[in-house]
Each structure stands twice: as C-alpha cells, then as structure tokens.
C-alpha cells in the first residue's frame, strides 16, 4: 500500500513540476509577471543623469576595461572618450565599435576619417552597412564581459554636459551575456532573434515594440514619459485611450521636427514643454514600477527600422531617482497651452 501512495504522490509531484516549468515558459514572454532579474538581489548597479557630472563617471568606467570593451554607438565625438579608447587600445585592451555610417547631418567622409584614426589606434571599428537596418542608434557598452551600459546619450560633449539624459550601469551577469550574444551577432551581421534577448531588453526592431505597446496597454494607474518626441501612431493612440482614466504625464522637448501632441489632449496639464536642458531622454514609467530607458525615440522608424537597444528597469530606488529629475524638470517646463507657437519658434 504504501509503495502505491508513494507512486501516486511522485505522479502528482511530477505533474505540479511539469505544470511549473511550463508556467516559467510562459512568463519568458510576460513583463509583469517578474521574469526579469531582480536588481535588489545584490547586483551592483547606477543611475546617471546628465548634465550632473556623468563625463568623469563615464571615462572612469570606460578605463577600468582590463580585458575588452564593445560598443554600439550612433555617434562618438567628444574627444576625451575617443582618447580613453585609444589608451585602452594600447594597454592591450580589445577595444570593438560598432557605430552608423551616415548619422544625420553627417557626411560620410566625417566617419571615414573617424573610422581610420580608430583603427591606426588598434580599435576594430565596423558600421551597419549590411545589417539591413536603417540606423544603428544603439549608445550601448560592454565592459570585460561582466558590466554594461545602457543609455539615451552618444558620446558627444553635448551629450555629457548640455542635454538631459540618461544612463544605466549594471552588472547582471545573465543580461551580459544576452547583450554579448546580440553584439557578436551585429559585428557579423547576424540576424537577432527572441532566443538571443533577456527578459530585461528591448531591442528594436525584435521586440521594441511589443513591449512597450504591452506595458502601456496594461498600466492601470500611471503613465509618465520623458522623450525627445512622440511620433508613433500605435503608441499615440494607446496613450489617447488611456488619457481618459490613468494619470498621464509628459515632458518632451520643446521644438520637434514632426508635432504630434496635437493628437493627443491639451486638458488637465498632461503635456509639458520645456526648451533648456534639450530632451533627448527615451523614458517612459509605468504604473512607478517599470522604467522603460534606452535608445529608442517613440516613433515608427525607431521601432520598426533601427538597431535600439533598451532595459526594463524595476529597481525602487533607481525609479526615485528618475522620479526626483522628472518632477524637477517638470515644474521648470510649461503647459502645452502656454507656449505661442508662433513667436517661440513652433
């Protein structure tokens, strides 16, 4: 008898852990229900704003590479990044870049002077020429195959010292090593899949887009963006059906190529401008639990067309921090209805 219940209870385990695993499959494509790596488990992470002192922060990381350091960036151009990669590239340091060929308003003999000054240094550079993307606009680094940077900045001096931006410094091991694989893949000009990216990336155009689609569809309380522009239909048309029952706000530049708010609502204060620092963040937080941060604007192309990469952030602390900045630039912008688009340069 005993033999029998002992076989019957070994069945009953083996089916609750058969039903288990295939709930943990599930949850692999469910950004609320936590598959992501928990940053308050121990694992060392920052948060930079600019233009508070990030540019010290960034070389001093950039010169603590020992072994490699891989990046994807639309464009470098401050020279004192470019002088700590040449240092590294000299210390033996095995330094790879992958970046954008023709980035806007730049002329294609700027790159292939950048590009030959690089590798005379011994730094392995490559574009996306054949990545069959229309703009690598990845800020992204990975240091000695065990911390990464994500960010909504280049490396340029306005990036450090004039614009708002962000950036995000951890070192999940897990995250690492998606991030290695994506990067192999790019430098080869591999197509990336739904197997290469962990549960905290977003990497357009993959999976950019249902994410972010997803996360705003479920918020049910809040929906906070700070971003250079909102152009995107889809994401348009989300945020008007939410706007009549969630508290949504919205800090984006002040001057946009393309205006779009006008879709959106002008009532209850929901869309502020502001001119000075520029917007060039790429934020949106849900619910004050999931912040969206990385290289992607909120249009169509980006989504759809570039090589963006960006994280879910669900740290309570690092969200304080996003929070204090938001509100604080918040009370300096002003209301939608404020601005005289005709004299302020609309």
Known sequence: ??????????VILLWAGAIYISGQDTLQVDVWSSP???????????????PYGVQDNLLERMSQAKYSLDMWFYRIT??????????????????????ENRPYEWIDQAFLKTKSRMEAYGIYVTDDEHMWLNFNHTK???????????????LTYTSVSKNREYRFVW?????????????EKDILWQKVTMDDIHNSLLVCPVNCRQQIELLLSHANKSIVIQ????QDNNLIDILQEKSKDLDIQIITWKWQDEWRLDDLWLDNDHVRLLSDPYIHAKNILIDDTILIMGS???SQNALDNNREIGILIDDSKAIKNFSRQFDTDREAAKK???????????
């Open 1 to 10: 008898m005993k033999s029998i219940i002992g076989y019957i209870v070994a």
């Open 36 to 50: 992501r790596t928990q940053m308050s488990q121990g694992i060392g992470w920052d948060f930079w704003v600019s």
């Open 78 to 99: 401050l020279s004192e990044a470019e002088q700590m990669m040449k240092n590294l590239a000299t210390l033996w340091v095995d330094v790879r870049r992958i970046w």
């Open 140 to 154: 992204a680094i990975i240091s000695d195959d065990d911390r990464f940077l994500i960010s909504t900045a280049n």
């Open 171 to 183: 070192d999940d091991p897990l995250v690492v090593d998606s991030l290695q694989t994506i990067f």
């Open 227 to 230: 971003a250079q522009y909102i």
């Open 296 to 298: 992607m604007n909120l």
């Open 336 to 346: 939608y209805d404020e601005w005289n688009f005709e004299t302020d340069g609309f």
